[in-house]
């Protein structure tokens, strides 16, 4: 297979076999920084599919110190992108004093941080959505997701999770509105930098040692 090499950008024609494997060419790795035995994360959207390096733990660690505070910029910029998102929530989950006890996942059209063990749409999580109102995405805050609940012991729980959301925000000075009735809305159309980050950061720190 013929690699056309255009600066750093690789373009390259190969075919998918009977059982749905397919044979990337070398210089279309090295272009993306993939090398053997590394982990990739697949997504596909609008007939495209897009493959991105996974980044290890030694290669995100001191992005986040425990105090919350980002020493390096994050190079994110989340334009209908929910792999991005995934990327962007690993590397805050790693980098946070209580990130093993974390996960991050895609369900319910969202991608989303939350502690480990727990049900999504009873307790407080990080959520990036797209919707036609949010064409850029976004990320909110979330008490708990209340359209998948029929049980008013949980609906009362969502409501104590966010109660204890807004607490936390007043506490950290942040005016943010409100959400629906799941949660707060964090950031709109997002590019993340040292400012962004530290929110993120300073805000599940707070929450998770306040409850």
Same mark, same amino acid.
Do not use: C
């Given at each position: 297979?013929?690699?056309? #090499?255009?600066?750093? /950008?690789?373009?390259?024609?190969?075919?998918?076999?009977?059982?749905?494997?397919?044979n990337?060419?070398?210089?279309?790795? #090295?272009?993306? %920084?993939?090398?053997?035995n590394? #982990?990739?994360?697949?997504?596909?959207?609008?007939?495209? /599919?897009?493959i991105?390096?996974?980044?290890?733990?030694?290669?995100?660690?001191?992005?986040?110190?425990?105090? %919350?505070?980002?020493?390096?910029?994050?190079?994110?910029?989340?334009? %209908?992108a929910?792999?991005?998102?995934?990327?962007?929530f690993?590397?805050?989950?790693?980098? !946070?004093?209580?990130?093993?006890?974390?996960e991050t996942?895609?369900?319910? %059209?969202?991608?989303?941080?939350? +502690?480990?063990?727990?049900?999504?749409?009873? $307790?407080?999580?990080?959520?990036?959505? #797209?919707? +036609?109102n949010y064409?850029?995405?976004?990320?909110? /805050?979330?008490?708990?997701?209340k359209?998948f !609940?029929? $049980? +008013?012991?949980?609906?009362?729980?969502?409501?104590?999770?966010?109660?204890?959301?807004?607490?936390?925000?007043?506490? !950290?000075?942040?005016?943010?509105? +409100?959400?629906?009735?799941?949660?707060?809305?964090?950031?709109?159309?997002?590019?993340?930098?040292?400012?962004?980050?530290?929110?993120?950061?300073?805000?599940?720190?707070?929450?998770?040692?306040?409850?």
């Amino acid at each position: 297979m013929k690699v056309k #090499e255009l600066g750093k /950008i690789a373009v390259a024609k190969t075919k998918v076999h009977g059982k749905g494997t397919i044979n990337l060419p070398k210089g279309i790795l #090295e272009v993306a %920084g993939i090398q053997p035995n590394n #982990e990739v994360l697949l997504y596909a959207k609008n007939g495209e /599919i897009q493959i991105k390096r996974i980044k290890t733990p030694e290669e995100l660690m001191g992005i986040l110190p425990a105090s %919350g505070e980002v020493t390096a910029e994050f190079p994110y910029s989340f334009r %209908g992108a929910f792999a991005d998102a995934l990327d962007f929530f690993e590397a805050l989950r790693k980098g !946070l004093p209580f990130g093993k006890d974390w996960e991050t996942g895609f369900i319910y %059209g969202k991608v989303y941080l939350k +502690p480990k063990g727990v049900d999504l749409r009873t $307790s407080i999580h990080l959520s990036y959505f #797209e919707l +036609p109102n949010y064409p850029n995405g976004a990320i909110t /805050i979330d008490g708990g997701i209340k359209q998948f !609940l029929t $049980s +008013p012991q949980e609906v009362a729980l969502v409501d104590q999770n966010l109660s204890s959301i807004e607490k936390t925000l007043q506490q !950290l000075t942040l005016n943010l509105r +409100p959400f629906g009735d799941n949660g707060f809305l964090l950031i709109e159309g997002p590019e993340f930098g040292i400012d962004e980050a530290s929110l993120l950061a300073s805000l599940l720190t707070a929450l998770t040692f306040s409850t």
